[in-house]
Structures are given as C-alpha cells and as structure tokens.
C-alpha cells in the first residue's frame, strides 16, 4: 500500500493525536501503580476494602433502583393514558440537568443526613434519566404486535409489561444501568460531601492528602476495573438488542387508568422529579436569595469555567472531526473503542494519568507541571480525552447525511478525502457539529475531580467554588453556582427530549430498541 500523499500527513497527525489523548493517561496510570508506594501497605490494610465495598455497592444499588425508577416510569408515560401524562414525558428527563455533587448539597443540608444510604437516595434520582430515555425509546419504538396479541390472549397491563415488554426492552435497560454505575463509579463530589469513602474519594485523598502518587495510582487501577466491568455489561447488553417484530411501526395504544389508579401514576411518575430536581433545586433558589449573592468569586468562576468550556469543546471537536475524517471507510471500530475508553474513565483516573503524563515529560513534579497557559492547554487536552467519545456520536450521525453521491461528486471534481470532509460533509452536518459543541461545554461545566486537580492554581471553575463552599458548610454561597450550573445543563437536556419526541412522532419507528437506546443514552 502507498503511503498517504503529503497533503494529508496533517489530518492524520492530528487523528493520531486525538487517538493518543485517551490512551495516555490510563498509560501513564499503569506505569505510575507500579512505581514504590510508601504508604501502600497502610492503604491495603486499613482502606482498601472499605473503598471497593463502598463503590460496589453504590454501583450495584444505585444502578438498580435507578432502572427500577426510570423503567416503571418510562412504561408508565409509554403504555398508560392518566392526567398530566404529557407534561411527565418531559419532566423525568430534567433531573438529568443536575450533577449527583449539586443534589448532595441540597439534600445533605436539607435533611442534615449523610452517608450511604443518602448517597444512594441521591444518585438514584439524579441518574434515572439515563434508564427513562433508553426504556421510553425502547418502548415506544418497539412494535405492538406482541403487546397487543398478549392483550387478545386476556393478559392486563401488568402481565403484558412483565413477561412481553420488559423482556423485549431489556438490553436498553441493562446498558443504561450499566451507564449509571460508570457515573457512580466516577462520582467524586456526591460521594466526598456525604462521607462515604469511594475508590475516587481515595484516589483524591491519597494523592493530596499523603503525596503518595503511586498508592493514588493503585487505587486508580482498581477503579478502572470496575469500570471495565461496567462496560463489559453495557457492551454484552447491546449484543442482546433484537429488532422489531412488524415491518411497520405504529403508536401503541394506551390504556385508560381508572380514577384511584390515575392518581397512583401521577404519584408514582412525580417522584423522582421532585427527589431528582424539584426538591434539591427549590432548595438551592432558597439558600441563594437567602444568602444573597457571592461578593466575590462568582463572577471569576463564572468566566473560568467559560473559557475552559469553549477551549475544552473546540479541542475536542477538532480532534474528533479530525478522526473521523482520517477512519472515514476503515478502521471506524478501533477509533470508536479509543474514545469511549475516555468517556468511560472516571475523571479521577483520567486527571491522576494527565498529571502524571505531563510531570514526566515535563520534568517538573505533580501539579508544578500545570501553571499558565500550559496548565489550560494541558486541562482542555484532559476534557478531550474525557469527552471525544461523547463528540463522537452526534457528530457522526450528522456525517452520516452527508450521502454516498455528494461525496462521489466532489471527489469527481477532483477534492481529496480530507476536501470533501471539510467542504462537502462537515457543512451538512453543522447541526451536530452544534449538538456536539453543546454536549461537550455542559459535560465540563459539571466536571469537577479532573477540574479539580489539574486547573492552574485560583483558576476555579463554578463546579470547583461550588465544591469548595460546600465543603466549608457555606451552602447558601454554593447555591449561586450550583444553580448557574444547573441552569446551563437545562438547554441541551431539553433539547435532547425534544429530539427524541420528534423522532418517535416521525416514520423512523423501525428501528430497534438497541439503536433507540442508543439514540437516548449516547446523545446524553
């Protein structure tokens, strides 16, 4: 094979570069847990356990009544007619919009309760979107026919949910449980505000508070592999996606509740919105007009977190337009892997590896390798590692209207690969260019432990002073950033909701519940 013509050595610089910024991190990791750990034996011996039983533990339960609320609310919406039906389509989404750490805040002040169990209260409530999208698409886009010859056979709603619907939308609910635990696994502010002692939590506190890089990196490896765990399942779940039963799709229709059992649902669908958003977020308002505002530091976090979002998400998206130009027909798989192992990594690993990476080709030790403008270049290469795989999914589906023959006629003009991706593709595909621009700045709005440990020194984000305050019992100061977060996260969650009623309303319902899934999970 000849070697690619000189003109687009840049273009495959360039994907080569955004391939490497996920895998040398996790690298680096791996070097760093095997150097001398001088505290590692005190961390084997007193921390270690409780760290991976905490993790699982959230994990396991926090992932299950996270699939229990999000499914039975998402058949509830699909299947059942009741008042306010309409409005609960929209409403489960939203608690998407705020951060595990930000709903910890509030209901740890609230209540003044710590621990597990409010832990695992919290999660659930702000992580059941991920189930409710997937199974609500999975519902609505899978066809009736079973459904409705179970009907014909005398089996009520709760028989045709239990042994025809559930079974069949499994695969989109096990994938987006799987999903729940990879953000329960890379939780770090929820877990560190209510005192449970979590794999990220050690990775932290390890680094910062013993200066043990080795032992932090140790405790790194084992979160990734729960991690690794986790994406097992989510993978093996999407081999287990069926499609349709009818070659035709239309709406199913809905059962008509009696009075006691109209109010039971509307009960049971304003739950998890009031334990998700309403509460934790009326609360919040509360202590922000309470309190007043900040003095000083908003304003500064506030354009802290700005620059970072925009420098963050253009770097990300070149770097990942760049790979997808360079994999167009080949080699499309490999890339996909590499950028989900970003996404996948909690942002704890993925800081402590950047970190690591960057003092050793810098020659300077642990943070003294990150000030200035080197620190920002080094903290947007972070969120592009973190974040390229969430880019990667709406940006391709916009490519993917760029048909085979607009292609075939630029390159009949003579444009070149990375010609017809710049001017014929990547024109058509604006719209998920914006989408994927949208996604990317509200994902490292809310990031906090990658912000967190490698920003430049008082280069604090909104995420960070929202944390700060926090952790000094200043909750009323917190509120004002919490909320600006909250606020921003708001626009592409409705957004997302909007796209996915628009595109169960279209013709476009022969799809299967794996790529409905898909549709919801991977665009959140």
């Given amino acids: 094979m000849s070697p690619p013509p000189l003109r687009h050595w840049p273009l495959l610089l360039l994907a080569g570069v955004g391939l490497a910024v996920p895998l040398v991190p996790l690298v680096a990791v791996a070097l760093m847990a095997l150097a001398p750990s001088p505290d590692w034996g005190h961390i084997l011996a007193t921390m270690l356990a409780p760290y991976v039983t905490s993790t699982v533990l959230l994990v396991v339960a926090g992932s299950l009544l996270a699939g229990i609320a999000g499914t039975l609310s998402a058949w509830a919406v699909s299947a059942l007619a009741f008042p306010g039906r ?31 169990w409010m832990a695992l209260l919290v999660y659930a409530a702000t992580l059941y979107p991920y189930v409710y999208l997937a199974a609500q698409a999975a519902f609505t886009a899978r066809s009736v026919c079973a459904l409705e010859a179970a009907q014909a056979l005398g089996a009520g709603p709760v028989r045709r949910f239990a042994t025809v619907a559930l079974p069949m939308a499994r695969p989109a609910i096990v994938g987006a449980m799987a999903l729940v635990g990879l953000e329960i696994v890379s ?147 490999a890339a996909r892997i590499t950028m989900l192992a970003g996404y996948a990594t909690p942002g704890t690993v993925l800081a402590l590896g950047v970190l690591a990476a960057t003092a050793a080709l810098s020659g300077a030790g ?80 809310k990031e906090l432990p990658a912000t967190m440990i490698l920003r430049p020194f008082g280069f604090d984000t909104l995420a960070v002073r929202a944390h700060q305050y ?16 909250i606020a921003i996260a708001l626009v592409p969650t409705i957004l997302l909701t909007a796209r996915l009623a628009g595109a169960r309303a279209g ?18």
């Fill in 507 to 524: 013709a476009q319902g022969q799809a299967s519940d794996g790529q409905a899934a898909g549709l919801a999970v991977g665009s959140s």
């Fill in 86 to 116: 309409g409005l609960f389509v929209w409403a489960l989404a939203l608690p998407l919009a705020i951060p595990p750490y930000i709903a910890a805040y509030a209901w740890g002040d609230l209540t003044g309760v710590r621990g597990i």
């Fill in 366 to 445: 642990g943070a003294a390798a990150l000030t200035g403008s080197a620190g920002l270049a080094v903290l947007a290469l972070a969120y592009a590692a973190r974040f390229v795989g969430a880019a990667a999914e709406p940006l391709e589906a916009g490519l993917q209207r760029a048909t085979r023959s607009l292609r075939d006629a630029a390159a009949s003009l003579g444009a070149g690969p990375w010609r017809r991706f710049s001017a014929v593709e990547l024109p058509v595909a604006l719209p998920a260019v914006f989408a994927a621009m949208l996604i990317v700045v509200v994902e490292i709005a």
């Fill in 470 to 485: 926090a952790a000094d019992e200043r909750l009323g100061a917190a509120a004002w950033p919490a909320l600006t977060i």
């Fill in 187 to 333: 939780d770090y502010g929820a877990a560190d505000h209510l005192g449970v002692a979590t794999l990220s939590v050690g990775v932290i506190r390890t680094w910062s508070s013993l200066g043990d890089m080795a032992g932090a990196a140790r405790l790194a490896v084992c979160a990734l592999g729960v991690t690794l765990v986790l994406v097992w399942l989510e993978a093996a779940s999407r081999r287990g996606a069926i499609a349709g039963g009818s070659s035709r799709w239309r709406s199913t229709a809905r059962t008509p509740l009696s009075a006691p059992m109209a109010v039971l649902a509307m009960a049971g669908c304003s739950v998890p919105v009031l334990a998700g958003l309403v509460i934790p977020v009326g609360h919040l308002v509360v202590l922000a007009a309470d309190n007043g505002m900040p003095q000083r530091g908003f304003g500064e976090a506030l354009v802290a977190s700005v620059v970072l979002a925009l420098a963050g998400a253009a770097v990300t998206l070149v770097l990942t337009a760049a790979i997808l130009a360079a994999t167009r027909g080949t080699g499309r798989a």
